[in-house]
């Protein structure tokens, strides 16, 4: 039962995703809120699926800022989910990500026309002074911006001493100087890393939490504001994790 409820979802979300994002090419030459309801259609491909075929719904606790209010999103990455659906919820902002992906077939056009902020991590301190440029012209636009703190997909229960917290997290906060809203959330129980099996018995709940936490204000100092992001959001994620054990 568990991988026919995969492979339905799976079919829904990946075939729907294909199939959208080809027949709203044009949108790509409109401006930039047609690009966001094209994102909005995604995420309801895959909220529905994980209902239909899943039973499992989603919860969004803690308060978002004005929408006018510029800030960094910085989200535990754990699957596929939180990029899709985090996208939505925050109004597209600008995503920091691996500028490989905007070399996916059709979809990094939308990577690109969304705003997204490309970097080659290989690069050092070029690619900080890159992502810093790009940030600027982001705030500029009155654009949000949204990044991984560990730059990478990392399962449940995953210590930070393995997977820990990059410092380009930091760089865009300071060179942007606007607050970061740290997002913790579970979806990693169901939805691990490049998993075809979708772990429905692993939400007792059957409900995906995200969190969105208080935001922490401009101007700390590295060591300061990296401990508080990663102790803010590891504690609301190990909370959130242990709530369905």
């Given amino acids: 039962m568990t991988f026919f409820r995969s492979l339905m979802f799976n079919i829904q979300f990946y075939i729907g995703t294909s199939v959208l994002v080809t027949i709203c090419l044009p949108c790509l030459l409109f401006p930039r809120s047609f690009v966001l309801f094209v994102n909005r259609i995604w995420c309801l491909i895959m909220i529905k699926g994980m209902r239909w075929w899943l039973n499992l719904d989603v919860k969004v606790i803690g308060k978002l800022p004005p929408k006018d209010k510029i800030v960094i999103y910085a989200i535990k990455h754990q699957s596929a989910w939180e990029t899709v659906f985090c996208t939505d919820l ?6 920091v990500l691996k500028k490989i992906l905007i070399f996916l077939p059709i979809i990094g056009l ?3 026309r969304s705003g997204a902020i490309p970097i080659t991590r290989d690069q050092g301190i ?3 002074k890159k992502m810093a440029k790009k940030a600027k012209l982001a705030v500029k636009k009155n654009r949000s911006m949204m990044i991984f703190p560990q730059g990478t997909r990392v399962d449940p229960g995953v210590t930070t001493a393995k997977k820990p917290y990059l410092p380009g997290v930091f760089f865009l906060y ?4 606007i607050p970061v809203i740290p997002v913790a959330h579970n979806a990693g129980l169901f939805w691990p890393k490049n998993s075809f099996m979708k772990y429905t018995d692993s939400i007792s709940s059957k409900t995906i939490t995200l969190a969105i936490l208080p935001e922490i204000p401009p101007g700390l100092k590295k060591k300061e504001f990296m401990e508080r992001l990663e102790s803010d959001i590891e504690n609301k994620c190990n909370e959130l994790i242990n709530m369905e054990k």
């Fill in 174 to 177: 300071s060179q942007s100087n």
């Fill in 110 to 112: 939308y990577f690109l």
């Fill in 90 to 95: 925050f109004s597209m902002p600008s995503i």
């Fill in 126 to 128: 070029n690619a900080l």
